[in-house]
């Protein structure tokens, strides 16, 4: 899926529907977590299947099995809901994201021809493969509807910018539902062109060295040549020291973009024990030089890719640039959050969240530790970072600081603010701080942090552990409760202080009181 890390204009891309394998395949769940012994708690009507995608076994023994499901034999968009086990093997809660068991036709009142033909109309660009219409159940808004989901690919408007676009349309209606785009977007020594000197691991070969990380999964860094297609060639060099620190040498591009796959690598596996992307150990291609003047970056569901920006003088592959796609893919690889709604804020400011986790994380003075996105790549001319976390609003461009009733319909670059700023005051808290002065909502409660490392650790439980495909803020304040009870008890400080930094940015929930 793509996934980038700008809003269109500026545009990071990014998408994804059906994940949460996790790198593992589908097995048989505990007969005392199948939806047939459960059915009320998922909101299961008699047509419905159900399959495994993933299962997970915490250390004292509580057990979470993650669902795929089908109407009378059609996938359910939206569907997906996850079983949580306790030790004895006793169901203890569901996230589902239905509201009551499905109950419809299946027969649809449109053609899928008419169906291809209003997903066309979505696509500004030219198209290079128009998928046959699926006839799905799309119940991403919690009830069921007959729709028809189409995939078209391409490059967008630009020319330059590869499009994987995923149209819902009403099967009744021939309304066009939704859309979402699901292309996101040995030791040597190298001179960055943002974060300074750094060691990079490299591989020897026969005339001298390639930068092929044996040290993170065999991952691999390749120049583009200012192309969108054909041939990526993996960097070679004879002395092993890499760049110069300007982009006059194509090397320099290339070891930010090599750093911060390591970095990434490492964040995620020393504080999660998460060996990549896709939890299997592999490191995956960063290509470089992207395009021309091409002012983007974007995950595909396979490989990371950069742009050089404006005028080709700025390449965007800075570390929180490079965290944030790569986060994408832990998101497509475990709660596969749909990228538009809420939950497409919600998998952006997930990516965000662990862009600034990475940055921290790898200690680097000369790209420190911040709660500001993009701050180096100057994508918007003027100095100014991509986003801010800690007061999303400062961007002029539309980020929400607060929930309202029309996050669920503003680009999902703009509704992550939400998602963020509850993240900044969870981790440093709300009023003036060393990193900027968060405001609150509606004249919220003060919140007092409880550090970055315990956030982070919430997040990271609350994505992997209860998103599904459809969570919205409601179910995020509520899954991210259930994740600081099980790392930190409930009611303890964590616990209210998630209460409390939700209710800061107007995310209110049914959740007693302490």
């Known amino acids: 899926m793509k996934r980038s890390i700008a809003a269109v204009g500026s545009a990071l891309l990014l998408g ?36 495994v995608l993933a299962t997970a076994k915490d250390a004292d023994g509580t057990t979470h099995v993650r669902y795929g499901r089908t109407y009378e034999g059609l996938r359910v968009l939206g569907g997906d809901f996850i079983l949580h086990g306790a030790k004895d093997g006793a169901l203890r809660s569901a996230s589902v994201g239905l509201a009551a068991p499905l109950a419809l036709s299946t027969t649809p ?90 060691t990079i691991d490299t591989t020897q070969t026969s005339s001298g060295y390639s930068l092929k990380d044996a040290a993170h999964g065999n991952g691999t860094t390749c120049d583009m040549n200012n192309r969108t297609s054909g041939t990526c060639s993996v960097f070679a060099d004879t002395d092993n020291v890499w760049g110069t620190g300007s982009t006059g040498n194509r090397q320099s591009a290339a070891v930010d973009a090599h750093y911060g796959a390591a970095k990434t690598y490492d964040y995620y596996n020393s504080t999660f024990g998460r060996r990549g992307i896709f939890n299997n150990g592999t490191g995956v291609p960063s290509r470089v030089h992207y395009g021309n003047a091409y002012v983007n970056a974007f995950w595909d569901g396979a490989q990371m890719t950069y742009g050089d920006g404006s005028g080709n003088a700025r390449p965007l592959v800075s570390l929180d640039v490079a965290a944030h796609e790569m986060s994408h893919g832990v998101t497509e690889r475990t709660a596969g959050l ?90 440093e808290g709300t009023g003036a701080t060393a990193y900027g002065t968060s405001p609150v909502c509606n004249s919220a409660p003060a919140v007092t942090g409880i550090g970055r490392s315990k956030a982070a650790a919430i997040w990271y439980r609350a994505l992997t552990t209860y998103f599904t495909s459809s969570t919205t803020y409601a179910k995020a304040r509520s899954y991210t409760l259930s994740a600081a009870t099980d790392l930190y008890g409930r009611c303890g400080t964590e616990y209210k202080a998630v209460q409390k930094a939700w209710t800061a940015v107007n995310v209110a929930g049914t959740d007693a009181a302490c």
């Open 109 to 198: 009142q449109r053609s899928a021809a008419s169906a291809a033909a209003a997903a066309k109309a979505q696509f500004a660009g030219k198209v290079s493969l128009l998928s046959k219409p699926e006839l799905v159940v799309d119940a991403t808004a919690g009830s069921g509807t007959l729709a028809y989901e189409t995939v078209i690919e391409g490059f967008g408007a630009d020319g330059q910018t590869p499009s994987r676009l995923h149209v819902v349309t009403d099967a009744t209606s021939g309304k066009v539902l939704s859309s979402w785009d699901t292309v996101e977007t040995a030791a040597g020594s190298g001179r960055s062109l943002y974060s300074g000197t750094v």
């Open 338 to 427: 749909t990228y538009s709604g809420e939950s497409g804020g919600l998998n952006e400011a997930t990516s965000d969240i662990f862009a600034t986790m990475v940055e921290f994380s790898a200690g680097n003075s000369a790209d420190a530790g911040d709660y500001q996105i993009g701050e180096k790549i100057n994508i918007n001319g003027n100095n100014t970072p991509l986003r801010y976390m800690y007061n999303p609003s400062l961007d002029g461009r539309g980020s929400q600081n607060c929930w309202s009733t029309s996050t669920k319909n503003v680009d999902v670059h703009f509704s992550s603010g939400v998602g963020n700023h509850f993240f900044f005051n969870l981790a």
């Open 16 to 51: 994804g529907l059906l994940a949460g394998v996790d790198g593992a395949a589908a097995v048989a769940a505990p007969d005392p977590l199948s939806p047939s012994a459960h059915r009320a708690a998922v909101k299961a009507s008699a047509a419905d299947a159900f399959a």
